[in-house]
T-cell receptor, first 112, second 113 residues
Framework: NAGVTQTPKFQVLKTGQSMTLQCAQD?????MYWYRQDPGMGLRLIYY???????DKGEVPNGYNVSRLNKREFSLRLESAAPSQTSVYFC???????????FGQGTRLTVV | DQQVKQNSPSLSVQEGRISILNCDYT??????FLWYKKYPAEGPTFLIS?????DKNEDGRFTVFLNKSAKHLSLHIVPSQPGDSAVYFC????????????FGTGTSLTVIP
């Protein structure tokens, strides 16, 4: 019973490099989310997908793109990484919008 | 602009005593509230929730209280156990503001054996 699986767990990027964070859930949830957690800031929503085929911006979408590949998978792409994107990224899923979410273990990303 | 605030970054409590974690919010349209618990190097896990039509919800040792007029909710843990040591986040939701949960900054609870 894996729940929400994120890869990679750790990543170091140079400024300007690109990368994709992968997320998959096995709970047949409709909604999926990407959050970032920064010291003193709590969790902030980057993008979400209410259901397969839809994506919407959250609170802090600039510098990111997402793809809801299918019902299980939701990826987050950084096209040109910046030091301000150094953070811990969490993927989450829920049965539908507005219900409790299940989180992955997080990806610690450092941009140098 | 932080819509959900947890003004105590940390809290220490003796094992067996009550832990009270507080959360304030500014948006009166929030109608659903959650508490999450987070251990280091893990993702947050859902703990307990409350709808705005209630003022209390209980689940074992955990009770959440909601005071809508004060825009305040609290999480009570009784009795506190060393395994409760973690960071606790409150989160608030309304479908009227971007379909997202707004999270507080977290309170780090340490339960001293």
């Amino acid at each position: 019973n894996a729940g929400v699986t994120q890869t990679p767990k750790f990543q170091v990027l140079k400024t300007g490099q690109s990368m994709t964070l992968q997320c998959a859930q096995d709970m047949n949830h409709n909604s999926m989310y990407w959050y970032r957690q920064d010291p003193g800031m709590g969790l902030r929503l980057i993008y979400y997908s209410a259901s397969e085929g839809t994506t919407d911006k959250g609170e802090v979408p600039n510098g990111y793109n997402v793809s809801r590949l299918n019902k299980r998978e939701f990826s987050l792409r950084l096209e040109s990484a910046a030091p301000s994107q150094t953070s811990v990224y969490f993927c989450a899923s829920s049965e539908m919008l507005g219900t409790e979410a299940f989180f992955g273990q997080g990806t610690r990303l450092t941009v140098v | 602009d932080q819509q959900v605030k947890q003004n105590s970054p940390s809290l220490s409590v003796q094992e067996g005593r009550i832990s009270i974690l507080n959360c304030d919010y500014t948006n009166s349209m929030f109608d659903y509230f959650l508490w999450y618990k987070k251990y280091p190097a893990e993702g947050p896990t859902f703990l307990i929730s409350i709808s705005s039509i209630k003022d209390k919800n209980e689940d074992g040792r955990f009770t959440v209280f909601l005071n809508k007029s004060a825009k305040h909710l609290s999480l009570h843990i009784v009795p506190s156990q060393p395994g409760d040591s973690a960071v606790y986040f409150c989160a608030a939701y309304t479908p009227n503001t971007g379909n997202q949960f707004y999270f507080g900054t977290g309170t780090s609870l340490t339960v001293i054996p």
